[in-house]
């Protein structure tokens, strides 16, 4: 089953404008990882958050989590057409093991020119 | 090398036959995953390597799936007697760091006719 769960499943917003797409959870998490997959093929990993932080930045990337709530979000701003591409929330779980990635369905994210 | 591998990146085969897709991980990574992504099935986890350690094959669908990692390093994933379901991206990936940031191949997509 799909631990991570993304929303919206698509969006399509024009150059320049942020990108927010949420992540929400249902088990207890050791990390949070943030892929990016274009066409189809190998993953990219963007951004990894720790349970015990609540914000992380890496260049236009903004990752908060909030574990009370099992919730994650993705803030792309200044959005670029190569950004376009889905990204998968990914959880690792605290209580099971600690290498096993479960993953969202994804957001299609579509950055118009 | 410089990144996780794959190959081949293509493979279509007829119901029936074996097929054998070959990952090269990242030189020094001691984990290696294997994943499935179908169209609405999302990503999922089939098998996992850690060094010496047996390998957690809790995700393979059926006795037909099979990996092999040979001296620590390339993986094979091997499928017996294919079948139509079996068609997807089986996506290959490898890490080495503390909280388990995958890299991941290109990918070889499967068609069964």
């Known amino acids: 089953s799909q631990q991570g769960e993304e929303d919206p499943q698509a969006l399509s917003i024009q150059e320049g404008e942020n990108a927010t797409m949420n992540c929400s959870y249902k088990t207890s998490i050791n990390n949070l990882q943030w892929y990016r997959q274009n066409s189809g093929r190998g993953l990219v990993h963007l951004i990894l958050?720790?349970?015990?932080?609540r914000e992380k930045h890496s260049g236009r990337l903004r990752v908060t989590l909030d574990t009370s709530k099992k919730s994650s979000s993705l803030l792309i701003t200044a959005s670029r057409a190569a950004d376009t591409a889905s990204y998968f929330c990914a959880t690792v779980d605290s209580g099971g093991s600690n290498y096993k990635l479960t993953f969202g369905k994804g957001t299609l994210l579509t950055v118009n020119p | 090398g410089a990144g996780v591998s794959q190959s081949p990146s293509n493979k279509v085969t007829e119901k029936g036959k074996d097929v054998e897709l070959r990952c090269d991980p990242i030189s020094g990574h001691t984990a290696l995953y294997w994943y499935r992504q179908s169209l609405g099935q999302g990503l999922e986890f089939l098998i996992y390597?850690?060094?010496?350690?047996?390998?957690?094959k809790s995700g393979l669908p059926s006795d037909r799936f099979s990996a092999e990692r040979t001296g620590g390093s390339v993986s094979t994933l091997t499928i017996q007697r294919t079948q139509q379901e079996d068609s997807a991206v089986y996506l290959c990936a490898s890490s080495g760091g503390p909280y388990n940031e995958q890299f991941f191949g290109p990918g070889t997509r499967l068609t069964v006719l």
């Open positions: 958050i720790r349970s015990n932080e």
């Open positions: 390597f850690q060094g010496n350690s047996a390998p957690d």
